[in-house]
């Protein structure tokens, strides 16, 4: 069965650019993550999608940073404009329902370089 | 400032070692995981404690949670280089009013040959 997909891999981009990643949960699932992971900072949830709708988004760090779940089976997370510090990997996660009960499933991440 | 502090940062053990990694926080949690990652992936689940002082066991692996709920371990029997990776702990919290998932830095683990 396919994992969560996340697209692309790997991203390089300068800065000021728009940058936009695309997440695809598993199928069934209707809880979706966005986290960013740093050497400094660890792994953080940046915003929380249950049904499609943003439940908590306290972790997005300043509106330059945007997400998006138009449907139960695609989300985006959009840069703009991008910064060298946005530099990061950024993982999707899905799970089958809310955080309590449901196991969080990783994607493999998108590792984000802005020169 | 870090709710969740992780230590070491680094281990690099011998084959058939034995280690322990601590997750510590002042903070009391609903449920505490543990993840372990290899690079260029993501986390995958371990294990999941919720009762203070909750012992579980995955073969070689042995997760306790601290009978406060505010700190947990990993113990590691006889460490093999199927090991090697970064391991993770996650605490449970409510924040807002929405439950979320906080996340150590994490212990890197190199188990060598």
């Known amino acids: 069965d396919a994992g969560v997909i996340q697209s692309p891999r790997h991203e390089v981009t300068e800065m000021g650019q728009e940058v936009t990643l695309r997440c695809k949960p598993i199928s069934g699932h209707n809880s979706l993550f966005w986290y960013r992971q740093t050497m400094m900072r660890g792994l953080e949830l940046l915003i929380y999608?249950?049904?499609?709708?943003?439940?908590?988004d306290s972790g997005m760090p300043e509106d330059r940073f945007s997400a998006k779940m138009p449907n139960a089976s695609f989300s985006t997370l959009k840069i703009q404009p991008s910064e060298p510090r946005d530099s990061a990997v950024y993982f999707c996660?899905?799970?089958?329902?809310?955080?309590?009960?449901?196991?969080?499933?990783f994607g493999p991440g998108t590792r984000l370089t802005v020169l | 400032t870090q709710l969740l502090e992780q230590s070491p940062q680094f281990l690099s053990i011998q084959e058939g070692e034995n280690l322990t990694v601590y997750c510590n926080s002042s903070?009391?949690?609903?449920?505490l995981q543990w993840y372990r990652q290899e690079p260029g992936e993501g986390p995958v689940l371990l294990v999941t404690v919720v009762t203070g002082g909750e012992v579980k066991k995955l073969k070689r692996l042995t997760f306790q949670f601290g009978d406060a709920r505010k700190d947990s371990s990993l113990h590691i029997t006889a460490a093999q280089p199927g090991d090697t990776g970064l391991y993770l702990c996650?605490?449970?919290?409510?924040?807002?009013?929405?439950?979320?998932?906080?996340f150590g830095k994490g212990t890197k683990l190199t188990v060598n040959p």
């Open positions: 996650a605490g449970l919290i409510t924040q807002g009013g929405s439950e979320k998932l906080v």
């Open positions: 999608f249950n049904n499609n709708v943003p439940i908590d």
């Open positions: 903070s009391v949690f609903s449920s």
């Open positions: 996660a899905s799970s089958l329902g809310r955080i309590r009960h449901n196991e969080q499933f």
